[in-house]
């Protein structure tokens, strides 16, 4: 198919800044020496609560419930906790109260807390704080769609690599069509050799025993949505409008059908081909583009611009001693799955109060 191979998608990235059309493995999040795959919290704190790093100024509380930021006048000076056995308290920060809640339950807390857009606080009768209108909005998602095959024969156990660490990245549009993106990949692929049944399960497809799969998705959707309360009970769960498929261009439909087109191209060719029985889901009786984009259908919320809930410092507008440190302030989607940009802005943020604090910046790697 004219698909080149790229050795390292991470040395592609730091040389060229982006990613071009390709295919290749990647080296996604685990340790190569045992298997696991890390996280934030293993990375960041199992070595404290293991006693290998000593921060005395680090507490965690764990089964706490922040209901509510305090806010007095223009500056946010706590919040408001329960514990897991009722017990109500107040913390109050020394210098500044950070948001990491993330892109769901920060606007979450903030729109509880009387931060946000006016006429929705007020519909809810909460106690309007700072008129806010960007929180909420601009919520980002990577919309993704599988196509599945089933397979002749097993799939080998294999203790090498991961089951989604190879990835196909294709260009659909001409270069630079979006605003001079040049030849940046637009359809992003995984290869997994173990299938996502659970979700063609529940459009009633079979789920054979052995299968393949791939799963289609869009790196930089043009679709966005909003999250908002329907109740001023904390207690219930905000609604999530993702608004998959809705730009005006017809960008994001148009993509997901490029995906699946391209999948099926790519399983047609060896070494896939001996291996596959037949398709599954969508199946061959789904050929066309309306048909496509009908089964792909089925399958940043505090950003930063113009309208902006923070600013370049991840500082609330208006408001003073709270910065946000989460994916609700990314203005667009990044490319790639989110989580090293997420631990970036965490990094970043840090610096910043530490260094606003009298921590110089230089002398240690990390605060």
């Known amino acids: 198919m004219g698909i080149p191979v790229v050795p390292d998608y991470n040395k592609e990235i730091r040389e060229n800044g982006a990613l071009k059309p390709g295919v290749g493995f990647f080296s996604v999040s685990y340790n190569p020496d045992d298997g696991r795959r890390s996280s934030a ?12 790093e000593k921060r005395p100024n680090l507490t965690i509380l764990t089964n706490a419930w922040v209901s509510k930021l305090n806010v007095s006048g223009s500056k946010v000076d706590g919040c408001n906790i329960t514990l897991q056995n009722g017990t109500k308290h107040t913390l109050r920060p020394k210098c500044e109260t950070i948001l990491c809640a993330g892109a769901v339950d920060t606007p979450r ?33 990577h919309p993704e769609s599988v196509i599945l095959w089933e397979l002749n024969k097993p ?19 001409i270069p630079g069509a979006a605003g001079g993106d040049g030849e940046i990949a637009d359809v992003m692929a995984h290869c997994y050799q173990i299938p996502f049944t659970m979700n063609t399960d529940r459009l009633g497809y ?19 949505g909003r999250l908002y309360l329907t109740s001023s009970d904390p207690t219930i769960k905000p609604a999530l409008d993702f608004r998959y498929f809705t730009d005006p261009e ?19 060719q060896a070494p896939f081909k001996d291996w596959i029985k037949g398709e599954i889901a969508p199946g061959p009786k789904i050929q066309t583009d309306e048909e496509l984009s009908e089964y792909g259908r089925k399958m940043g919320d505090i950003k930063m611009d113009p309208l902006a809930v923070v600013d370049p410092e991840l500082k609330v507008k208006g408001l003073q001693g709270v910065r946000i440190a989460d994916a609700g302030v990314f203005p667009e989607m990044p490319s790639i799955n989110p989580m090293l940009t997420v631990l970036a802005i965490g990094e970043r943020c840090a610096e910043m109060v530490a260094q606003k604090w009298g921590w110089d910046g230089l002398a240690r790697p990390k605060l």
């Open 250 to 268: 017809g960008y994001d439909a148009a993509t997901i059908v490029a995906g699946l087109k391209a999948a099926r191209q790519i399983a047609q």
């Open 206 to 224: 079979e789920s054979p025993k052995d299968a393949f799969c791939m799963t289609p998705n869009i790196p930089r959707p043009r679709s966005k």
């Open 109 to 141: 807390l903030m729109l509880l807390s009387g931060l946000g857009p006016k006429e929705q606080l007020q519909n809810l009768n909460i106690p309007v704080v700072r008129d806010l209108p960007g929180v909420g909005e601009n919520l980002l998602d």
């Open 41 to 52: 919290s293993v990375a960041y704190i199992h070595p404290i609560l293991r006693g290998e």
């Open 155 to 173: 799939v080998p156990q294999n203790q090498t690599t991961m089951d989604s660490d190879a990835g196909i990245f294709l260009r659909r549009e």
